[in-house]
C-alpha cells in the first residue's frame, strides 16, 4: 500500500509510530457528487449530472470499501448504466494494479498499469493515498469521488431514471437510524478490523480488539429483534455492514487476529450474513478468491510468507433463519 506524493509514487506503508501503534485512516480527497440535474452539492464547486454511460467505477473485489458500491450498482440495476474496471486481487509495491487475472479486467477505459496513473489523470499533482473505489466521470476525464460511502448514496438516487426506482436504500424516515448504526459500524467493525490488524502495539491492538466485539456482540443483540439493523427494511447500514462480516471468517479472524468470536459463532449474526448474500444478484459480487488472495498475500508486514490458507469451508448459500421476521413484511425483501 502505497501513495502518491506531489504526483509521484511511493511505496510507503502506514505510520503508526505517531499515534502509539493505532492505525488511523485517511480521509478520503475527492468528494464530489453526480445529482440528477448535475448542479454543485453545497459546499462543492464541481458538477456532475447522472447520464447513462458517463461513469466508470474502479474497483477491486477484494475491497470492502468497493464492494459496497457493487452491490448497490447491482442491486438498483445499473450495470448497463455504470462501466467497471476490476483491479488485481495482489497489491504489492506498485499498488492497486491492472493485472488481468483471476476475473480482473485491466483498465478498459486507458489501458493503464496501476491504479495510481487514474489519480495522476485527474490530478497530475496528487498527494495522498492511492484507494478503491473511483467514481471516474468519462466527459470530463476526472475522479468524481473516491469516498465509497457518498458513492452509494449517488447510485441509490441519482440513476433512478435509468436504474430501479423502487428500491431504496437510504429512505427518509430511517435517515436518523441509518446514520447512527453507520457511525458505530464504521468506526468499531468496518474500521475496527484494521485497526486490530495494523496495530503495532499491543494496546492499540487490545483497544481496536475490545471495541470491535463489543460492537459485534451489540448488533447481535439488535438482530435478534429486527430482521434488519433498522428494523424491517434492508438500507445501506445493512450493506456497509455485509461487506465487512462476509470477510469475518474467512480473513478477519486469522490475518487481522480478530478472533474472540467468529461471525459462525453468533447466531443472529451468522444468519443475517446468509440472509443478505442470498438477497438476488449480492452473491456475484462475493470473490472469496481474491478476498483471501488479497489480503493474505498483500500484506507482507502482517504475513511474511504471503501463504494464503486454504480455509476456512463457509457456506454463505445455506438456509438462513431470518424468515421468521417476515409477519411483519408479507414474506417480503422491504426497501424503503
Not at 503508526?16 to 480521509?27: D, H
Not at 478468491?289 to 469451508?313: C, D, F, L, M, W
Not at 417476515?326 to 417480503?332: L, N
Request: with cysteine; aromatic share 14%.
Amino acid at each position: 500500500m502505497g501513495l502518491l506524493v506531489d504526483g509521484q509514487w511511493q511505496d510507503k506503508w502506514y505510520d503508526t509510530s505517531a499515534s502509539g501503534g493505532r492505525f488511523e485512516r485517511s480521509e478520503s480527497q475527492f468528494r464530489d457528487f453526480v445529482t440528477v440535474d448535475g448542479a454543485p452539492v453545497s459546499g462543492r464547486t464541481r458538477g456532475f449530472k447522472a447520464e447513462p454511460g458517463r461513469y466508470h467505477l474502479y474497483v477491486s473485489l477484494a475491497c470492502p470499501w468497493a464492494h459496497r458500491t457493487l452491490i448497490l450498482r447491482t442491486l438498483k440495476k445499473l450495470e448497463g448504466i455504470i462501466s467497471i474496471s476490476i483491479v488485481d486481487h495482489f497489491m504489492g509495491k506498485d499498488g492497486w494494479t491492472f493485472v488481468e487475472r483471476d476475473g480482473s479486467t485491466g483498465d478498459t477505459l486507458y489501458g493503464s498499469r496501476f491504479l495510481h496513473q487514474i489519480y495522476t489523470k485527474a490530478d497530475p499533482n496528487y498527494s495522498g493515498r492511492v484507494t478503491v473505489p473511483i467514481l471516474w466521470d468519462k466527459h470530463q476525464k476526472t475522479i468524481v469521488s473516491n469516498e465509497s460511502s457518498e458513492i452509494i448514496r449517488m447510485l441509490n438516487k441519482a440513476f433512478d431514471a435509468w436504474g430501479d426506482d423502487t428500491a431504496d436504500f437510504y429512505p427518509d424516515r430511517l435517515a436518523a437510524d441509518i446514520d447512527a448504526w453507520n457511525d458505530r459500524v464504521y468506526g468499531s467493525i468496518n474500521n475496527g478490523v484494521y485497526r486490530c490488524g495494523f496495530a503495532t502495539t499491543q494496546e492499540a491492538y487490545e483497544e481496536a480488539f475490545d471495541d470491535l466485539f463489543g460492537a459485534l456482540d451489540a448488533v447481535e443483540e439488535q438482530l435478534s429483534k429486527n430482521r434488519y439493523l433498522t428494523g424491517n427494511t434492508l438500507t445501506e447500514a445493512d450493506w456497509r455492514l455485509f461487506t465487512t462480516l462476509v470477510r469475518f471468517d474467512p480473513v478477519y479472524f486469522g490475518h487481522f487476529k480478530s478472533n474472540l468470536r467468529r461471525i459462525a459463532d453468533y447466531p443472529n449474526l451468522w444468519n443475517y450474513t446468509c440472509d443478505l448474500y442470498q438477497v438476488p444478484g449480492v452473491a456475484e459480487t462475493v470473490d472469496l478468491h481474491h478476498i483471501k488472495h488479497h489480503y493474505y498475500a498483500s500484506h507482507e508486514t502482517i504475513n511474511p510468507t504471503r501463504i494464503v490458507p486454504r480455509g476456512p469451508q463457509i457456506d454463505y448459500a445455506r438456509p438462513s433463519d431470518r424468515n421468521r421476521f417476515d409477519s411483519a413484511s408479507g414474506g417480503q425483501i422491504v426497501y424503503q
